[in-house]
Structures are given as C-alpha cells and as structure tokens.
C-alpha cells in the first residue's frame, strides 16, 4: 500500500482496511489525542515539528503486510509526519509485535 500525502484522510484509511483487514486512528499531527478530519489532506495534517519541512512536502510510504504494528506506526510518523495507530479487529489498539498480515481474513 502507498502512502502520500495527496491522500485524503477518508481514502488512506479506508485503503487501509481494505489492504489489512482493520482500522486506524489518523491523529491530527504529533498529538495523541486529537484525531484528523476525514476531509483534510494526509500533507495538511502534518505536524509542525515533522522533520522540519514544509506541510507540502510530504514524502511517500509503502505500507506491506510483513511490517510489525509499531514500524507501520512508526514509518508513517516519520516520513509523513502524524500519527497512526493501528487497531485490532475488536477496536481495540493492536499489538505493537503483530505483523499487519496477520488482520487480514
């Protein structure tokens, strides 16, 4: 799965859970308790702090299923600048060991 930064905030998580079986949190930013809106860009959420560029230029991400919980987590923060967090099938937050292939039916 590509990740970048045109996507809305709707489409990336729907993606998401056509490709892995699951939901997500997309958080507004760094922050961890405030959530984006489905209708803003993935760029627009950025945060501030995030690798000191500029809100458009966010980079890409390739999300696969041999990725763990946390390097998904982790590599969206880092190449787009915001927060994910990566739920298992019954709401509740994934484990960070799970490798995303596993919440596939």
Known sequence: MEVSGKMLVKNFK????????VDIKVHQGFSFGQ?????????SIRSKDASGQSKEVAKEVEL???MTVA?????????L????QVLAKDGSNADNGSRLS???D
């Not at 959530?35 to 760029?43: H, N, P, Q, R």
């Open 14 to 21: 729907a993606t998401f859970k056509e490709e892995f079986g």
């Open 35 to 43: 959530f984006a809106s489905d209708e803003d860009t993935l760029a």
């Open 64 to 66: 696969h299923g041999n």
């Open 71 to 79: 390097t998904a987590e982790n590599a969206v923060k880092d190449a």
């Open 81 to 84: 600048g915001f927060r994910i």
């Open 102 to 104: 596993l919440f596939r």
